[in-house]
């Protein structure tokens, strides 16, 4: 029985921007952003293997083993784009965190596609993987360009930002999630959409090489909303600066609030008043 096997490394946001919600055409109810996405150390390992049913297993209780598992989707997805008449034992060793902002999910079905892919020598491009794999979720796509990107999700091309900088972060993530439909839920648009210059300078600063302008223009605004439902993460916030990050800002939609750190940070220091759990993790792994 063939069985491979893969990593599939997660992401964090670096600077987010939401910039309108869509109201017509085929992506009617979603969200036009800007975002700079980075690719980290922190991955789930996914192996799949040729079997008589298709099915997945994961010793996470909130990863669901039915067919709404993203994993199975891809897998259907595939199935369905190449007219594929075969079946895949999906196992998921996880260690991002569930509902954490870290895009696991997206990374796991983008993921999935390509050890399917390599499985069944299907020979789909890496093009042609993303556009199926957007029709699984709008941050799918990223994963296929990975390293450093800045995307719209509109769109569904990633755009790829060159940069040699070795970004070292400690994420801290509390012991609970924050669901991605509630925090679209509460967005207010009247203060959302107001940072997109200093995404522009993120996304030069990246390029450069320029640190100090990365520490300078991150931000997120997800966090003018996501902290006032949940304000203890705007304190882990806080606490992450006031003891030694350079700067730190929620991921994503939250909960996972990463804080950047150099070669003279005092990395217990920061774990021992983050308050929750923390992980440290790089962009080089590549």
């Not at 309108?20 to 055409?25: A, E, Q, T, V």
């Not at 993203?70 to 199935?79: F, G, N, Q, T």
């Not at 007219?83 to 902002?101: R, T, Y």
Request: charged share 20%; proline share 3%.
């Amino acid at each position: 029985m063939k069985t491979i096997s893969g990593k599939a490394h997660t992401r964090v946001t670096l600077a987010l921007d939401i910039v309108r919600k869509i109201d017509s055409g085929p992506l009617a109810g979603y969200h036009e952003l800007s975002i700079v996405k980075h690719q980290i150390s922190l991955f789930d390992l996914i192996t799949v293997r040729d079997a008589e049913v298709t099915s997945v297993s994961c010793g996470h209780p909130l990863v669901p083993l039915d067919n709404t598992n993203i994993c199975i989707r891809a897998l259907d997805a595939v199935k369905k784009y190449t007219g594929i008449d075969k079946n895949a034992e999906i196992i998921i060793e996880k260690n991002i965190p569930v509902m954490a902002g870290l895009a696991g999910g997206s990374a796991n079905a983008a993921t999935t596609l390509q050890l399917v892919n390599s499985l069944w020598n299907l020979g789909l491009s890496g093009k042609r993987m993303a556009e199926i794999g957007r029709t699984l979720g709008m941050d799918v796509p990223y994963f296929f360009t990975g390293y450093t990107a800045f995307d719209t999700e509109a769109t569904g091309v990633p755009e790829k930002i060159s940069t040699n900088l070795d970004l070292k972060m400690i994420l801290a993530i509390p012991d609970f999630g924050v669901s991605t439909k509630e925090a679209y839920a509460n967005i207010d648009y009247g203060i959302t959409g107001k940072n997109i210059s200093m995404t522009k300078a993120m996304k030069a600063a990246l390029a450069q090489n320029d640190f100090s302008g990365v520490i300078e223009n991150m931000h997120n605004d997800f966090e003018l909303s996501v902290f006032l439902r949940n304000p203890e993460l705007g304190l882990i916030r806080q606490r992450l600066i006031d003891c030694g990050c350079l700067n730190a800002i929620l991921s994503g939609s939250g909960s996972t609030v990463i804080g950047i750190i150099d070669d003279s940070t005092d990395v217990d220091k920061i774990r021992n008043c983050a308050g929750c759990k923390t992980v440290i993790v790089s962009g080089t792994f590549f």
